[in-house]
């Protein structure tokens, strides 16, 4: 049976081709499309999201993209060189952090952390407990006591060579009893070390009264006043290239063993159960309503990218081929050149 052009079945099949390529750009396009997605949309209406899909489904794809896949070297460095692009960009220099974050959201953050009453107290209770932070106030009061005694006290300063004379006489009397100092500095932690429970739970006592809300609020919103017509480029200072791809790098790392957590799966599960608890047994426009999906919404998106993609797509004749390796099966199969072979 020959399958030439000359033939009825592929003068068809040619016929067909150019007429769904013909179809497939400009404003018949754009028609088909905008049909299209009112029929997806119109039968949504009546699919749940349950019909559609199921919570294994879906931790199954989360599991397969997100946590198995791998994912290639080139990803850190691309993403620290973007990120090195959008630091030394023009635009930081020229936007001020009072255009990105307005006074009154930075008044509504203040406001929400305020209500965190019980976490900044553990807060500050856990600063206070730190070995560092008693280390820390272990040795300012030791300065503190040693230079008053020697230089800063209330003698000393009223009365002219009173701290010379007692600067000497500690001189002397560490030639006449070596180890004196030691012997005092001894004492002198030991006991700060018996006081230092105290100490730290006056001052603690002490920050928990003083930052109260409004101390809070003040102090921070008094910071965002110095800084929100400051540039983001002087806010970056010292953030350099290398720093910053160094912490992209970290983040990315951070990022491939964070998905393998135990905590991460329970996270996402958590999320997925809610997402079919509430929208599991609703028709997929309630969903797709709650999250901005609309007609318009789709078709602003099928305008901006479905059209142009398909018009290089045609132009680079792969629309073309595509209609032709869907269609010749039909039309080259037996039962489709009997039909013809009859007619003729």
């Not at 150019?18 to 949504?44: C, I, N, P, T, Y």
């Not at 010379?164 to 001894?186: W, Y």
């Not at 928990?208 to 008094?222: H, I």
């Amino acid at each position: 049976m020959t399958k030439d052009k000359t033939d009825p079945a592929s003068q068809m099949l040619e016929l067909h081709i150019k007429h769904e390529v013909a179809s497939l750009k400009g404003a018949k396009l754009r028609k088909f499309l905008k049909q299209e997605v009112g029929e997806v949309l119109d039968l949504a209406s009546g699919v749940t999201l349950s019909r559609l899909a199921s919570e294994n489904q879906v931790m199954e794809t989360i599991q397969r993209v997100v946590v198995n896949m791998e994912l290639d070297a080139g990803i850190p460095e691309l993403a620290g060189e973007m990120a090195t692009e959008v630091l030394n960009a023009p635009v930081q220099a020229s936007t001020a952090l009072g255009d990105i974050v307005t006074r009154e959201q930075a008044t509504g953050f203040v406001e929400e952390m305020l209500e965190l009453r019980q976490q900044r107290e553990r807060m500050i209770s856990e600063i206070m407990a730190h070995p560092v932070y008693q280390e820390l106030v272990s040795n300012v009061v030791y300065q503190g006591v040693v230079n008053y005694l020697y230089e800063d006290n209330l003698i000393t300063k009223s009365v002219p060579g009173v701290g010379s004379m007692m600067k000497f006489g500690k001189r002397m009397a560490n030639k006449a009893v070596p180890g004196l100092d030691e012997t005092f500095e001894r004492r002198l932690k030991a006991w700060l070390s018996d006081s230092l429970p105290g100490l730290i739970s006056r001052s603690e006592q002490f920050l928990q009264r003083a930052l109260s809300d409004e101390e809070v609020r003040d102090t921070v919103m008094a910071a965002w006043a110095a800084m929100e017509d400051r540039t983001m480029a002087d806010l970056q200072e010292g953030l350099g290239d290398v720093q910053l791809q160094e912490f992209v790098v970290l983040g990315y790392e951070f990022w491939l063993q964070f998905r393998k957590t135990a905590y991460f799966e329970g996270c996402t599960r958590a999320v997925v159960a809610h997402l079919f608890a509430k929208y599991g047994d609703r028709p997929l426009t309630d969903l797709l309503g709650d999250v901005g999906v609309t007609r318009e919404v789709v078709m602003a998106e099928v305008d901006a990218w479905a059209i142009p993609v398909v018009d290089v797509l045609r132009e680079e004749g792969y629309v073309e081929a595509l209609v032709r390796r869907r269609l010749s099966a039909f039309y080259n199969s037996a039962a489709a050149r009997n039909i013809f072979e009859q007619k003729s």
